[in-house]
């Protein structure tokens, strides 16, 4: 069965500082890695999604990384802005097909830049 | 990007009525639906996936008879909480992604809806 962890649960930085979000799963036998964005109260909003054969993906000031065979993703925020502050949730799907197509999430990790 | 809307994104009730909760893919075909529930500071544990047309497959735990799931178009998914008791109260979140595109395809989530059994 599928574990993602999410570990520090709740991270406080100053505003303008570069930062990691780290994930991690328990099988490496992933077809894609997904990195969201929940604010308060809200549903939740994709940043990047990383498939299995890639390394990378960036969108803007975000960067994540995935290293599959160690089973860890890492979120690298560039410059952080007080308006980044929310949860980040990591998600793994661990199959395509049929009644398996699932994303498995973290317990997210909550974001506070203060100004 | 694509929009996936849920209707109503609160709702209060009284224990021992049903709560019907709609979840609609506004630009795109959701061949695939998902319902999911989040309690406070927990991550998304997954109720039940549909494809259209089909009866929807729901994980262990989830009781099928009280979490009613109806997937009868490309656009539209509901999740019905029959006889809500206060523990049914969470946080429900729809989802939805077109397979087609498969395994390229973003899973789009809804904007949640507060589910509160008095």
């Known amino acids: 069965k599928q574990e993602v962890t999410q570990i520090p649960a709740a991270l406080s930085v100053p505003e303008g500082e570069n930062l990691v979000l780290n994930c991690s799963f328990t099988?490496?036998?992933?077809?894609?890695l997904q990195w969201f964005r929940q604010d308060p109260g809200k549903g939740l909003t994709s940043l990047l999604l990383?498939?299995?054969?890639?390394r990378e993906q960036t969108s803007g000031r975000l960067n994540a990384s995935l290293d599959k065979s160690s089973g860890r993703s890492t979120l690298y925020i560039a410059a952080s802005q007080p308006g980044d502050s929310a949860t980040y949730l990591c998600a793994v799907r661990s199959s395509i097909t049929g009644a398996n197509s699932k994303l498995t999430f973290g317990k997210g990790i909550t974001l506070s830049v203060r100004p | 990007g694509a929009v996936v809307s849920q209707h109503p994104s609160r709702v209060i009730c009284k224990s021992g009525t049903s709560v019907k909760i709609e979840c609609r893919s506004l630009d795109f075909q959701a061949t695939t639906m998902f319902w999911y529930r989040q309690f406070p500071k927990q991550s998304l544990m997954l109720m039940a996936t549909s494809n259209e047309g089909s009866k929807a497959t729901y994980e262990q735990g989830v009781e099928k008879d009280k979490f009613l799931i109806n997937h009868a178009s490309l656009t539209l998914s509901t999740l019905t909480v029959t006889s809500a008791h206060p523990e049914d109260s969470s946080f429900y979140i729809c989802?939805?992604?077109?397979?087609?595109?498969?395994?390229?395809?973003?899973?789009?989530f809804g904007p949640g809806t507060r589910l509160t059994v008095l």
């Open positions: 990383i498939q299995s054969s890639q």
């Open positions: 989802s939805a992604r077109d397979r087609r595109f498969a395994p390229t395809d973003t899973q789009y």
């Open positions: 099988d490496s036998a992933i077809y894609n």
